[in-house]
């Protein structure tokens, strides 16, 4: 008798649990040919991008070392061992040596690094495992309340693609650029990571970002900054942050090295599953 | 020219070695100009120039290699004393002290120490008197969990976040003490224990006599104007201290 309860108990479980699909993985091919000012910015870049259904759970990481509370790992190997299902990504931006989180890193209403009053977004997962994006502006005067409006908090910066438009200033093509880890969200709030193996503009990044999507995985994205700088397809996401990028970038899909190093020193790290 | 020369005899043995000899130190640079003019004193001008080189030359030669005899066969007190007095005298000493301190300009040993800030902690390290000693220190900062005030960053101070306390147990003398820098995550000059302050402990040693070595005792203090600052209730504050100790200086008659 016992032993059928426990039986029914689990399957109970099962399916009190929501189906999570597996992530599907694409390569973009990019061509930027941007006119800024009156210099033209031409370059290519390849972009992996991960989606996922709109039914999904996510969780924030510290891997900078175990800690009394759940969801803090020594490293990234460990962490990954313990989610083989999903995406392990690499999280926001850090203070080398030692690695210690720029910004909020909140882990199970344990607050690990505090808000910062410099990263202008502020990535909130929910009790049901949902992602938000929140402006800091909008989060420090409820600071003092993080830990019951956010089961898991992580800042980072800037805010790319702000509800479907371009969020970046087109003087920032004048800068250098960097490869880039973005995470993203359709219009339906299910998640899309994107790695961009190669340097790249967030101007221009955030142009394909934001585009419908189109016919095929070659995208050009072309015109003027600032005026008519459009890409020829994209992945429709509404909005999107920037993350840790360049050496830092790092994905693991159901426990597989992607792209990037999983030995190198990151305080924080994101799963999707 | 040919005909005066066959008129003269041949010349005896001795005067073709005599001859010879000068011949030879004639082909010497210096010593065949003093051959000749030897050859040319008289008898009495010879006798003289024999003494004076025997007097200046041949007898200090000879009253050198004695005195390095007695010398080599006498106990080691005198041995050691005739050394000293020797290498003194002709400067080898200064030489060899000045570039063997100029090599001493070199880290010997960089000990780390580990302090938390607030945690009244104290290291202690045995040195030799005299080593010249550079503090460096790397902080770090942990946010801790201190509430909904540390939620939002704290401003981290302008003043200093502490100060080094240096004093030696065999000494009462007033300890050595510098301030740290609120800069974190690289490492900053903390300050250099000097001969100024090793002046100070060897005056009151409790011993009342110099010691060779000293045991330091490196202390850590909180700064109190600190006290209830807001930046320390979220953050707790871990200093690594190292202590870069350079060779001693030699000096004379160690």
Redesign the interface.
């Known amino acids: 008798m016992k032993s059928l309860t426990t039986l029914v108990a689990a399957a109970a479980a099962v399916a009190a649990t929501p189906a999570l699909a597996a992530p599907s993985v694409q390569t973009y091919q990019l061509t930027v040919n941007v006119q800024a000012g009156a210099t033209p910015v031409r370059y290519r870049t390849t972009a992996v991008v991960i989606s996922f259904p709109p039914a999904y759970r996510a969780q924030i990481a510290y891997v900078g070392g175990k800690r009394k509370g759940s969801g803090t790992y020594n490293d990234i190997p460990e962490l990954m061992g313990a989610n083989r299902v999903g995406l392990v990504m690499n999280g926001g931006f850090y203070?080398?040596?030692?690695a210690?989180p720029t910004?909020l890193l909140m882990v199970n209403r344990?607050?690990?690094?505090?808000?910062?009053?410099s990263l202008s977004a502020t990535l909130c997962v929910d009790g049901g495992g949902r992602i938000r994006i929140l402006k800091t502006a909008e989060v420090?005067p409820v600071?003092?309340?993080?830990?019951s409006m956010c089961e898991d908090g992580l800042q980072t910066f800037p805010i790319v693609v702000a509800r479907g438009t371009n969020a970046i200033r087109p003087d920032e093509l004048g800068r250098k650029p960097f490869a880039r880890t973005v995470l993203g969200f359709r219009r339906d709030g299910s998640p899309v990571a994107v790695f961009f193996r190669n340097p790249v503009h967030l101007y221009a990044a955030a142009e394909f970002l934001r585009a419908a999507p189109g016919r095929g995985n070659v995208v050009q994205v072309g015109g003027v900054a600032g005026q008519s700088a459009r890409a020829s397809g994209g992945l429709g996401l509404v909005d999107v942050v920037n993350l840790s990028g360049d050496t830092d970038s790092f994905a693991a899909v159901n426990g597989r090295v992607v792209l990037g190093d999983p030995y190198r020193d990151l305080p924080s790290a994101i799963v999707i599953r | 020219m040919a005909t005066e020369t066959a008129q003269k005899p041949p010349p005896s043995t001795a005067e073709a070695l005599g001859s010879d000899a000068i011949t030879m130190g004639a082909s010497i640079p210096f010593i065949g100009p003093i051959f000749a003019a030897f050859g040319r004193l008289s008898s009495k001008g010879k006798t003289i120039a024999a003494l004076v080189v025997i007097l200046l030359v041949i007898y200090p030669l000879v009253s050198l290699s004695m005195a390095l005899l007695i010398i080599s066969k006498s106990p080691a007190s005198v041995k050691k004393s005739a050394r000293n007095f020797i290498v003194s005298s002709i400067g080898v000493e200064d030489e060899m002290m000045e570039g063997v301190n100029k090599s001493n300009l070199v880290i010997d040993a960089s000990i780390p120490k580990q302090f938390t800030l607030g945690s009244n902690e104290d290291a202690i390290q045995r040195v030799s008197a005299g080593q010249k000693i550079k503090f460096e220190a790397f902080l770090?900062?942990?946010?801790i969990?201190g509430g909904?005030?540390?939620?939002?960053?704290?401003t981290i101070p302008d003043e200093s976040i502490g100060r080094v306390i240096v004093r030696s147990l065999n000494s009462d003398a007033d300890p050595w003490t510098k301030s740290i820098d609120t800069t974190f995550?690289q490492l900053i000059d903390v300050g250099t224990f000097g001969d100024e302050q090793w002046k100070k402990f060897q005056e009151a040693t409790k011993s009342g006599q110099p010691e060779p070595q000293h045991l330091l005792k490196i202390k850590l203090t909180e700064n109190p104007e600190l006290a209830g600052n807001a930046f320390l209730k979220?953050n707790r504050v871990s200093v690594d201290l190292y202590m870069n100790i350079f060779k001693p200086n030699l000096v004379r008659g160690s």
């Open positions: 203070a080398a040596d030692p210690s910004g344990q607050i690990i690094s505090p808000l910062s009053y420090i600071a003092r309340s993080i830990t | 770090r900062k942990t946010h969990d909904p005030d540390c939620a939002l960053e704290q995550g979220c």
